[in-house]
Structures are given as C-alpha cells and as structure tokens.
C-alpha cells in the first residue's frame, strides 16, 4: 500500500487522550474517534477521522463518487466470483474425470492441491507487480491467463493434460485471493474496510457455493467438457468486462499527518469532476513509486511470514478454507458412495451446495460491516483509540458454528443420519467462511497499513499451504474413520478459531515488535 501509517502526536490539552500514547510505535494504531475534532485533519459527517487522509485529487480512489467507486468493487467482485467457482468446481467433476481419463481421486487431488499452492505462492510475484505497474494490468492478465487454463481443461485428453491445466490455473488465478484486499484499502476508509472486504467475501462464497451447484446441472446433462468450457467463456468474458471497465485504484499517497493544531473539517465528500478522460482511464500501465526495488518487494513477503499477526491469520484463513476444500472433495464420498446410503447423482450433489451458501449469506454481516461498527464502538470506549484487534471479536462467534458444522457433516454421514443432517452441517461450514475472510485480510491489512500487499500476500501463502496439505491428508485422513476424521477437524477448528484471544492479548505488542525490526 502506498499510504503509511499516520503518526498523531499526543495532545497534551486533552483529558481524553492518554500524554504517553505513542502511535507511531504501533502500525496500525490510530485515533479514529474525535469527538471534540482536536485534530486539523478531515472528518466523517460525525466525529470520525478520516483514515487515510484523502489528498484533492478528484481522481484519488478515496474521493471518487459513489457509482465510480462501486462499479470498480464490482467489477472486481465478478472477477472472484468466477474464479472462486472454477476453483471450487473440480471437486464435483471428479466422478466424471475418473471414468472419462482414468484418473484415480489421489492424482485429481495431486492436481488440486498444487494449484492452491500455486495460487498462494504466485502472489509472492503478482503483489509486487500490482504496487509496481497497478492493479489494473494484474487483474486483466490474471483473467487471460486463467480463460487458457480452462480452454486447456476443457480438450484434455488425458489426466496429466487435466491436472496440467489446474496448475496453470493455481498460476494465473492468484491474484483473486489478495488483491481484492488491496482495492478495497486503495478505495475505502478505515472504518468503511470491513463493509468492501465483506463484499468480496461474499462474492468468493457465491462463487465457492454456486460454482458446485451450477456445475452439477451442467455435468449431469452436457458432460464435464461443458463445465470448463462454460468457465471459459465466463472468464473470457470478465476479462473483456476489466479491459473496458475497471479503473485503476492505485494511486501516489503523500503522507498527510493530522496534526492537533488548527480547526478540523468537517465532511467526506467525493469531489465531483474528474480530470480522466474515457480512454485516459482504459491505461492498461501506471507506474507507481517503491520505497524499495522491485526485487526487494517480492522478496518482502518472505521477511514477513514468520511475522505472528501474519501467522496467525495465515492459519486462520488456512484452515477456514481447507474445511471448505475437504467439504467440496469429500461430497462425491459422502453422497455417492453406497456405504453411507444416500446414493445421489451428480445433480443431487451439486444442489447441496445451496446449503452452505444459504449459510454464507446469513453470516456475511457479521464478519464484515459488523466488525466496522465493533470497531468504531470499541474506539470510543478506548478514548478515541482504534486498534486493528478489533476485528478479531468476531471468531468467537464463527469457531463454534463451523466446527459444529464439522461435527454434524462427517459424523452424521457415518451414523446413517437422514440427508438433512450432513447438509445442515455444510451450511454451518460455510457460515463460518465470511467471518475467517474478513478478519483475516482486515486484520493483516490493518496492522501493517503502509504494508498492506506484503502481509496480505504472505498471508495467503500461508493459507495455501494448508489448503494444500489438507487436500493431500484428506483421503487418507478420512479413510480411518469419517466420523473420527471430522470431529478431530472440528476440534481443530475449534482451537484456531478461539486463539484469537491470544492476539487480542498480544497482537499490539507483535505489531510494535515487528516495526522495530524491519523499520517499519
């Protein structure tokens, strides 16, 4: 990211704000709340300070218009959409593409599996290329290059042609899982993140969840070749929708410092006009300035992954959707496999998949518009003090319903419970999905602010790490037993889920730990 963490100093007049707080050792740490607008700094219609300070740009991301600004979140949104969907999708392709390539689950799971690692570890190289040359070119590049992954797909002949494919797909598709956060930063204010990251999120479940159910219908009457080249034309066309209609949200921040001398204004309102014209705005390049060399900013991610905040929301993100991938591969088992009496078809277990969406959309609030209203109360309890940890509150809430999501799924199935019961259990599983997205890259991205790519890029290695191992552990994981596999993961679930409490304990002194090692 390009703005930087805004350093307030103390104000000594004020009773409501304590002498000895020192912002600046702490990114992410800010004042967000002032009630008496001590600070020369721009203001919400209320009492919230503007975070970061929009310059007088009419084209400054922060300013543009309400259509302008949400057209470009939309476009985005489509764009996850439908890669959440393709990626999703494989797992109910699965009993075709054993009987049509003569591929066993344990090498389509090989092919799965490396592309989530792919599309984690390929954000070690598009983060870089997104601060460098704009968003913009990324997204566009990432949806061509996914449109062939799937073209590819779709004429295989064999299942290392097949597997091929999902790899070049983890390639191509990597930036869907961390750059959306990074708009979302470039176009919204602190306390509106929440909000623009929920969209995205839920997006990601739309596509994550209907992906599967549409794809059933598809396989059922037209064979898998339609499934992919359905995603084909479907990423083709986003990529045409990009090239004529997303704008460049990067922009060049000059560190504004609110300072406690002077009076505040008073407004947050977009200036009208701006000064890009049509075809000024289809650039597909920007050249944006590095604090370091384009090198050094790859390489970045790296120096940041052992960091505990991006640990933590690493495996929070991690293992939230490696439920989500275990769902998604085990359902063919589950469902289909005469032991366990349900004996549907392809269509059959598609639909299921209603049941976690239904689940996702329910809790969408929660984990992200919610946690920016948590966020502003918890701010005027603390003198005016927002801190990122705020964010986290909200996984006491979604540990329990996914892993009883878990324990009802797998357990149920193996105890010959009707239908309803591993398909409630899916919906509790997907409930707990837009609360691990939202507190994941909200947390991340607001405790470094001016490092927002490169913790949010590291962080999703992480979490394809784990997505990656739980796809290879799934089967053999299951094979001992559907029951004790799933309550072991619930429990599991369970644990990372609640660890939350210790970084709402430690996470402040992580943050300033971490910028005085890396001069942050």
Not at 454 to 461: C, D, G, R
């Amino acid at each position: 990211m390009d703005d930087k963490v805004t350093t307030l100093q103390p104000i000594a007049t004020s009773n409501n704000i304590p002498k000895d707080l020192k912002f600046e050792q702490y990114p992410g740490t800010r004042l967000l709340v002032d009630n008496q607008h001590l600070l020369h700094a721009e203001h919400s219609s209320h009492d919230l300070v503007l975070i970061p300070q929009p310059s007088n740009d009419p084209d400054d991301p922060l300013r543009w218009s309400s259509p302008r600004k949400y057209l470009a979140l939309g476009i985005v949104c489509l764009y996850s959409f439908i890669i959440a969907a393709l990626t999703l999708s494989n797992g109910v392709l699965y009993g075709a593409l054993i009987m049509d390539l003569h591929a066993s689950v344990d090498y389509l799971n090989t092919g799965t599996a490396v592309g989530l690692l792919l599309i984690g570890f390929s954000n070690l190289f598009w983060n870089p290329m997104a601060l460098k040359y704009g968003r913009r070119p990324v997204y566009l590049i990432s949806a061509i290059l996914t449109t062939v992954s799937m073209v590819m797909g779709s004429v295989a002949q064999t299942k290392g042609v097949y597997n091929g494919s999902r790899m070049l797909m983890g390639l191509a598709a990597g930036p869907f899982e961390q750059l959306p956060a990074v708009t979302v930063n470039d176009q919204f204010f602190v306390h509106h993140r929440g909000f623009g990251l929920s969209m995205y999120v839920l997006a990601n479940t739309l596509g994550s969840f209907l992906g599967p159910l549409a794809s059933g219908f598809v396989l059922e009457s037209m064979g898998w070749r339609w499934v992919v080249r359905f995603y084909a034309i479907f990423m083709g066309m986003t990529a045409i929708i990009i090239f004529f209609g997303l704008e460049e949200t990067g922009f060049t921040r000059e560190i504004d410092t609110p300072s406690a001398n002077g009076p505040a204004t008073n407004f947050e309102l977009p200036v009208p006009t701006s000064k890009k014209s049509y075809l000024a705005k289809l650039r597909l390049f920007s050249s944006f300035s590095l604090q370091r060399s384009l090198l050094a900013t790859i390489i970045e991610p790296l120096k940041l992954i052992l960091d505990p905040i991006v640990m933590w929301t690493g495996f929070l993100y991690g293992f939230g959707v490696a439920w989500l991938v275990v769902m998604s591969v085990s359902m063919n088992t589950v469902f289909q496999n005469p032991k366990y009496g349900y004996n549907f078809n392809f269509q059959d277990v598609g639909l299921t998949n209603i049941s976690p969406l239904i689940g996702g959309l329910i809790m969408i609030y929660a984990g992200g518009a919610g946690t920016d209203r948590f966020m502003v109360w918890q701010a005027r309890r603390n003198n005016g003090v927002m801190e990122p940890e705020s964010r986290i509150y909200a996984v006491f809430l979604g540990g329990p319903i996914m892993a009883g999501g878990l324990f009802l799924y797998g357990p149920g199935a193996a105890a010959g419970l009707p239908w309803i019961a591993p398909v409630i259990g899916m919906a509790l599983i997907g409930a707990g999905m837009p609360i691990v997205g939202a507190v994941s890259l909200g947390y991340v991205t607001e405790s470094y602010p001016h490092k927002a790519g490169e913790a949010s890029a590291a962080a999703i290695t992480i979490r394809n790490i784990i997505g990656c191992c739980m796809v290879f552990a799934n089967g053999p994981w299951i094979e001992t037993g559907l029951r004790d596999a799933f309550i072991t993961m619930g429990f599991l679930c369970l644990f990372v889920f609640w660890s939350g409490a210790f970084m709402i304990w430690k996470g402040k002194y992580f943050r300033g730990r971490t910028a005085r090692a890396l001069e942050l």
